[in-house]
Each structure stands twice: as structure tokens, then as C-alpha cells.
């Protein structure tokens, strides 16, 4: 069964579009949406592994796919990427800035070196990707970028350094469409909340535990899945949002909208949107059932 896009077949036909953190998550699963529709999708991220599962993955589905090993961090490594793709592929028409990560710590234990180890993970990279594509393609051609975010509304104890950079990549974003708009480049970000993806299996301890017990506190009363997130993406990118630039999208059930004197009801009524056809849960939720 191939992917389950609500968005016409062909949609992104003839287009380039890179995503980076690719090999796994929100990444992967956008990857194979965007190839479903016709895209030639170029992955990026630091696990050839990894990149490589889901290229076959994708040539499997009869997707068009490249890779590149990339760390984003890196000026000169993000530099010969975008050299490469435009190279390969002679365009660049999106720029999915998905990759990222963080880890659980109260803020009084983060060190200093580890809080700009993620703030360069989360904002700074996804900075120089942003650059780098605009300067060598955008700015005379057009094109759309999707930055990742997070559900920072109100703070994020826990990952008070991911929350920074999240925050920032908010503000950079808005910044980029402004300045960006007479090239006709559009920048927008999407925002998940907790989103059941292979990235849950990365925490123990504290960290789990607050994720299993993270649906009693949304309206929606579930865990996203990578699909919801892809599609807001995958909007974004689409012809259809020509006229929406410096705006954020939330995936997170409704949960910065939740107040300490208001008890989220359970109920059943919320059903996910699984179109990614090789999702799974993950082994942290497996276990918690």
C-alpha cells in the first residue's frame, strides 16, 4: 500500500525539494509524502544508515530520491550539500528544515557547552541551511522553506534549551518572510507537539514518563502522528499557501490552549491521521500499553 496523501498525485511533480533529518521521524515520513506526490526529494542527515533504509524505502515505492551525508552545523559541509543538489538536480524548490534534536534535563544541570549544542542543532543549523539555499538558488528563483519548531508557547521545562532555539527558529522565520518576500520565498514553520515517532525511544526515566502520561493534558487526549505533521508541511509547500508567509502551524491536539484549572475530559471521538504507510509505534509506547 503506498503512501495515503489526502493531496492530489503530482502535486509537486518536476520539483526539488530537500529535506533535512530525513532518515527517520517527522523526516522520513516527509520525505516519502513529498515523493508520493511527485517530488524528487533529497535527504539529508549525519546517519548514512539511516539514509540509507529510507532511500530504499522510497525507490521501492517508485519515489525519486537522493541523499547526502550533511551536517548541518557545519558552514562548509551545508555549503557543498546545496552545491551538490543544485549540481544533481539543477533547482531547489523547498527546503524542509526538519533536523534536530535535544535531551531531557532539568535547566540547572545543562552545561553551558550542551545548551549550545542544541541550540546549534536547532536554530543555528537550520540558519545556515536557510542561507545557503536562499543565497544560491532562491533568491533569484523563488521557492518555500518549512522550518520545525515546537510547542514552546508557555515554556518547556525539561528542554528549556530546545524551547530557546524553537523559539528562535519562531522569530526567524517571521524574519526570513519579511525580508525574503520580494525574491518570492515564502517561510513558514510548523509547530509538533508530542508526536508518536521513533524519537520517543531515545528517553528513559523522568523524560519517559512524562511522555506516557503526556495525552491526559490536551484536548485532544492522544499522541500525534508523523503524518499529521507531514501534511501541514506539505500544505505549507503546495501552491495553495502562495499567499501565507511568516506564519506558524500547530500540530500539538490543542495543548498550549489547556489551563491549570481546566481537567482535559477523555474521549474517543479524535481519530489520528495515519496515512504514512510504514509507520510504527514506538517501542516506548509498545511497552506503556
Request: aromatic share 4%.
Given at each position: 500500500m503506498p503512501y495515503q496523501s489526502i493531496y492530489r498525485p503530482g502535486?509537486?511533480?518536476?520539483?526539488?525539494?530537500?529535506?533535512?533529518?530525513?532518515?527517520?521521524?517527522?523526516?522520513?515520513?516527509?520525505?516519502?509524502?513529498?515523493?508520493?506526490?511527485?517530488?524528487?526529494?533529497v535527504i539529508v542527515g549525519r546517519n548514512a544508515e539511516k539514509l540509507a533504509r529510507v532511500k530504499a524505502e522510497i525507490e521501492a515505492d517508485g519515489g525519486s530520491v537522493s541523499s547526502h551525508i550533511c551536517d548541518i552545523r557545519d558552514d562548509a559541509t551545508v555549503m557543498s550539500t546545496v552545491d551538490a543538489v543544485l549540481a544533481d538536480h539543477g533547482r531547489i524548490d523547498g527546503l524542509v528544515n526538519n533536523a534536530g534534536g535535544q535531551f531531557f534535563s532539568p535547566l540547572k544541570s545543562i552545561s553551558t557547552r550542551g545548551f549550545d549544542a542544541v541550540v546549534r542543532n536547532n536554530l543555528t543549523g537550520g540558519f545556515i541551511f536557510m542561507r545557503e539555499v536562499y543565497l544560491r538558488w532562491m533568491e533569484q528563483h523563488g521557492g518555500s522553506i518549512v522550518n520545525m519548531t515546537a510547542d514552546m508557547w508557555n515554556g518547556l521545562p525539561g528542554f528549556a534549551h530546545s524551547g530557546s532555539a524553537r523559539a528562535g527558529m519562531h522569530s526567524l522565520t517571521e524574519s526570513a518572510a519579511s525580508e525574503w518576500a520580494a525574491s518570492g520565498v515564502r517561510v513558514n514553520s510548523v509547530a509538533p507537539g508530542l508526536i508518536a515517532s521513533s524519537g520517543f525511544d531515545n528517553y528513559s526515566g523522568e523524560a519517559a514518563s512524562t511522555i506516557l502520561s503526556f495525552t491526559k493534558t490536551i484536548p485532544a487526549q492522544r499522541y500525534g502522528t508523523v503524518a499529521e505533521v507531514s501534511a501541514a508541511i506539505v500544505f505549507l509547500l503546495s501552491p495553495a499557501a502562495a499567499f501565507i508567509t511568516g506564519t506558524c502551524i500547530r500540530v500539538d491536539g490543542g495543548g498550549p490552549n489547556a489551563r491549570s484549572h481546566w481537567t482535559c475530559p477523555p474521549h474517543r471521538n479524535n481519530v489520528p491521521f495515519e496515512g504514512f504507510h510504514l509507520d510504527a509505534l514506538p517501542d516506548l509506547l509498545k511497552r506503556g500499553q
Open positions: 502535486l509537486f511533480e518536476g520539483r526539488v525539494i530537500i529535506v533535512t533529518g530525513g532518515g527517520s521521524g517527522i523526516g522520513r515520513c516527509t520525505a516519502h509524502e513529498l515523493t508520493a506526490l511527485g517530488a524528487r526529494v
